[in-house]
């Protein structure tokens, strides 16, 4: 099974209040990752844990946070919301260094 | 850090004709170009990578063409069909202990018949 799943897929959120996102997956990859895309943009990764180890990129370290209680699921947090944040949010995992598995998204609109 | 530009942004092919889209990046440092086809309402789906150690690789109808030196991918499609119709992604991947991968924004494919 190389299916990444995530939850939910629609998400509908007031600005200021917090997002929690989830994926899982059920291939044993030691990395899974999320990505940020806007429409007519370039997926762009926010971060990513390889085993228990979270790497967060510079330009976004204080906007996101995430947790991975085990191997098979990891969290997106937001804890704020701002409209900026209205995008899809993409998890993938993958062994790290091979192709990424994507799950199909959680679409976010902050009002 | 890695920047990658995909061209065209998007492009109307026939049935049965085939297609050529072009990405470059910056670093020197990614040895690793995931290709990544996204149909309308599907998820990113991976279709065929290069590592920097080859020039060439081909997957059934894919080919994909890489040049170390002018830092540049090129993926054919021939053939097509109306369901190659979607957005083709090219990605960086610097390997080592960083997974990340630097996206381009893509090209949306149209296939008509």
């Known amino acids: 099974d190389t299916t990444v799943k995530q939850n939910p897929r629609y998400k509908l959120a007031r600005v200021g209040k917090p997002v929690n996102l989830i994926c899982s997956q059920t291939?044993?990859?030691?990395?899974m990752y999320w990505y940020q895309k806007k429409p007519n943009q370039a997926p762009k990764l926010l971060l990513f844990?390889?085993?228990?180890?979270?790497?967060r990129e510079a330009d976004t370290f204080e906007k996101f946070q995430s947790s991975r209680p085990n191997n098979s699921f990891c969290s997106l947090y937001i804890g704020s919301a701002g409209l900026e944040y209205s995008a899809m949010y993409l998890c993938?995992?993958?062994?790290?260094?091979?192709?990424?598995?994507f799950g199909p998204g959680t679409r976010l609109t902050v009002l | 850090g890695e920047q990658v530009e995909q061209l065209p942004s998007s492009l109307i092919v026939q049935e049965g004709a085939s297609v050529l889209i072009n990405c470059s990046y910056t670093?020197?440092?990614?040895?690793?170009f995931p290709w990544y086809k996204q149909e309308p309402g599907k998820r990113l789906q991976f279709i065929i990578d290069?590592?920097?150690?080859?020039e060439r690789k081909q997957n059934q109808r894919l080919t994909l063409l890489f040049d170390k030196k002018t830092k540049h991918l090129s993926l054919h499609i021939t053939a097509t069909q109306p369901g190659d119709s979607a957005i083709y992604f090219c990605?960086?991947?610097?390997?080592?202990?960083?997974?990340?991968?630097?996206f381009g924004e893509g090209t949306q494919v149209t296939v008509i018949s």
């Open positions: 990605s960086a991947n610097t390997g080592g202990l960083s997974g990340k991968l630097t």
């Open positions: 844990y390889y085993d228990k180890i979270l790497n």
């Open positions: 670093d020197s440092a990614s040895v690793y």
């Open positions: 290069i590592r920097s150690n080859m």
């Open positions: 993938a995992s993958s062994t790290l260094g091979d192709e990424q598995y």
């Open positions: 291939m044993n990859h030691d990395t």
